[in-house]
């Protein structure tokens, strides 16, 4: 197979581009306004006075509060601190913590660590389209449950969870409710006040700013302990010089994710039906993953059939194409995705899914070229495919 | 993450395809972890493997191992073919990454089931060849987080 240097980027779940004025916001404050936001000369207040302005931005798209943003160094840490330190500020109430079965492994992974540390963790299962079965979410409260931690929408299948019912539910039994929200953030609205959310997680590098940069929100009255000692940085809960390139940078990728959002959202939505439609329609034996309609609007999931994702990823590389896939091979180990085994594919299917993640920057012509080879790559693996020889074999059985 | 060698083998697998009326086929893996291998003998009169082919679900690595294993007993005895060790199918890949040395192991017990088949076909027994496990991970322990 021939190699190319084109590249089609559709891996914007993974990492975004950073946003050309992005960039151009960060570097002013590497070698011309470099002065410690903790320092009492001009240098230094500028400084403090970008990161509060970016603060008060961030604040407002989401009817925040300022001071209730704490910038982190992305979204693992905001989900770690938000876990960890409400554990801990909340352990004498309760031990009990419930989160959903497809979260992401900043949220799961903490949960195992907090297991470990004595507490306990309801893990709620989701319906076959990975929304959160609310019936399940009810019955697993207890008294001693002191903090619910459910995604706004799912990393690998887009689908948007019923954020606002969950709220209304842990803010009428007074129970925390923290939401992940890394991949939604900047990609669909959210109003923490009227969505009930006491805590929110979100990265800069997924919305075209960044790596290394995030924040947490977390509602003023929620008594929670700090991460990182050491220093007066963000009210002293997370000590540190802080980062004012990365955060500038995140303050013009947020800038511009609230300024057109609705108009972005239509194009890349469109992108991705025409995306779903065409593969539906020219590949045989594929299934969509994830709620057709409750999803993110760059998202696109597929399982195809008889057929292994990682050998999927490399063809398409091969091709410039950048995806993912949530088969074992590209997990590290021999189980598939725990997403895709949560909304109840066998191993098998999982173990074929294709991921595109689609960003306002490509092109039609992309996604029909990205069709085109995906036709041919798919193709030629079910050839490949004892699986799929089997299933033929069968088929003409039948006749 | 792979060799040229082994980048090769899984863009232009040799041998990929199926022998109809085979001297025996051996499948191996499971589909629950992800790969499957199918080998396909052609073995002659006087027992050299005349033909070989295979079919794969899986990885990167699963393909090339195939690939690569089918190119190493092509021509051989049977008794030669034994011999092909998943050691061997690795070096001359030049090497496969730590998590995938199971697809070595793979390719071997697909050859080794390959001839197991032919053998009970034509009711000989082929010294050093034992009945091969139907799925290389069964003794494996499950992983955990």
Known sequence: MEKTDKIIYLDNAATTRTLPEAVEAMLPWFSVQYGNASSIYRLGAESKKEITDVREMIAGSLKAKTQEIYFTAGGSEADNWALIAAAEAYGDKGRHIITSAIEHHAILHTCEYLKKRGFEVTFVDVDEQGILKIEDLKKAIRPDTILITVMFANNEIGTLQPIEEIGSIAREKGILFHTDAVQAYGHVPIDVEALHIDMLSASGHKLGGPKGIGFLYIRQGVKIRSFIHGGAQERGRRAGTENVPAVAGLGAAVKRAFTDMEERTAKVCALRDYLAERIEKEIPYCRLNGHRTKRLPGNVNYSFQFIEGESLLIMLDMHGICASSGSACTSGSLDPSHVLLAIGLPHEIAHGSLRLTLSEENTREEIDYVVEKLKEIVDRLRQMSPLYEDFIKKQKVKG | ?145
């Open chain 2, 1 to 145: 993450m792979y060799s040229e060698k082994v980048m090769d083998h899984f863009s232009n697998p040799r041998n990929m395809g199926e022998i109809e009326d085979a001297s025996g086929v051996g499948t191996v893996g499971n589909a629950k972890c992800g790969d499957i291998m199918r080998i396909y003998l052609d073995i002659d009169e006087n027992h050299v493997i005349r033909d070989c082919k295979f079919k794969t679900f899986g990885c990167g690595a699963a393909v090339a191992t195939s690939s690569m294993a089918t190119e190493l007993v092509k021509g051989k005895t049977i008794e030669q073919a034994l011999e092909v060790t998943n050691q061997a199918v690795m070096e001359a890949l030049d090497g496969l990454p730590a998590v995938k040395v199971h697809c070595s192991l793979l390719a071997e017990e697909a050859i080794h089931a390959a001839l197991w088949d032919y053998a009970q076909k034509n009711g000989i027994e082929i010294k050093g060849l034992k009945k091969p496990k139907s799925d290389i991970h069964e003794d494996e322990p499950e992983e955990e987080y």
